[in-house]
């Protein structure tokens, strides 16, 4: 099949080299442009333009797709279908249109729940047992399309946003070749999402870092664990923020944010506990919290957060 790949993140990347592994011809690869990041503002391709130019593809890096420019594009490559994977710009009706097998998405959520731009993060933070990845015929809405494929992965108690990016990548990577192959022989049915069940994960803002200690074990697990890599869980040891990469659910009762334990460093919750097993204090490196209490000791009953 002839195609048009668009993309941004590494998130992105095992979906292109499927597609190529597959040997289906990819005409032209759509990225964002290229961005400013760390500390020098150093102008940095994305994840997929990367591995674009290492496959020898063109790559195509418009501002909008508003403006006419992409679509004659589009036009002249003459596209069967253009998948589009974590793209990152809305994608206008011309475009949507154009190809022969439309634009077919893949979202890391099970639609209708989770549509957006964060739905693998907000899927851990809300103790969600599983989620997975749909293949949807793309329309004009923010994830509304119609449901051409889907499958469902367990979330473990210790997976993390990260791990979960790493595995739903690789299982849309998987299931984009194996959706192409049953759309060509029409053997993929097209499901409405039934609105009524649908729920929103809007992109992450570093407000809701902060832990609330209030809340069971359990949900400050969650969102240290849908918080990790980016922007880190937080909250506070004498007046200094602490960030909290890594826990566990523990033992102990306490008053809420108090240590219950140091061996391991355990703080209590409004019910049950969690093991804090990585931790960083403001202005230090970060360490496993053995390490951290070696410099940093902490009495039975010293909260957290005030």
């Known amino acids: ?12 990347v095992p979906c292109l080299n499927s597609l190529i592994d597959a040997g289906h011809e990819i005409l032209a690869v759509f990225t964002q442009p290229d961005k400013p990041r760390g500390r020098k503002q150093e102008l940095t391709p994305p994840e997929v333009k990367v591995c674009a130019l290492q496959h020898g593809l063109s790559v195509y890096q ?14 002249d490559l003459a596209p069967d279908c253009i998948v589009v994977v974590a793209y990152g710009k809305i994608l206008p ?23 957006g731009s964060a739905p693998i993060q907000w899927s ?11 293949i949807m015929q793309m329309d004009e809405g923010i994830d509304t399309g119609d449901m051409l494929y889907q499958k469902a992965i367990p979330i473990m108690i210790d997976d993390t946003a990260e791990s979960m990016f790493e595995k739903l990548s690789a299982l849309g990577g998987e299931m984009i070749v194996d959706a192409l192959r049953k759309l060509e022989k029409g053997e993929l049915k097209a499901i409405k999402q039934d609105d009524a069940l649908s729920s929103h994960a809007p992109m ?11 809340q069971p074990a359990e949900k400050v697990h969650d969102l240290v664990r849908g918080l990790y890599s980016w922007p880190i869980a937080q909250t506070s040891l004498h007046g200094k923020k602490l960030k909290i990469y890594r826990t ?56 957290l957060g005030e």
């Open 1 to 12: 099949m002839k195609i048009i790949f668009m993309g941004t993140p590494d998130f992105s």
């Open 93 to 115: 009706k011309e475009i949507l249109d154009y190809p022969k097998y439309g634009c077919i998405n893949i979202h890391a959520s099970l639609l209708p729940k989770y549509r």
């Open 124 to 134: 851990v933070i809300n103790g969600e047992k599983e989620t997975g990845v749909t």
């Open 248 to 303: 566990s659910l523990g033992k102990g009762r306490g008053e809420s944010g108090a240590v219950v334990n140091t061996t391991p460093l355990t703080i209590a919750c409004k019910e049950g506990a969690v093991v804090i097993e990585e931790l960083q204090l403001e202005g230090k490196k970060r360490m496993d919290a053995k390490t951290f209490l070696i410099g940093h000791p902490l009495k039975i009953n010293e909260k």
């Open 62 to 75: 418009p501002k909008t797709l508003r403006d006419g420019e992409a679509m004659k594009i589009i036009a």
């Open 204 to 214: 992450l803002d570093k407000k809701i870092s902060e832990i609330d200690w209030d």
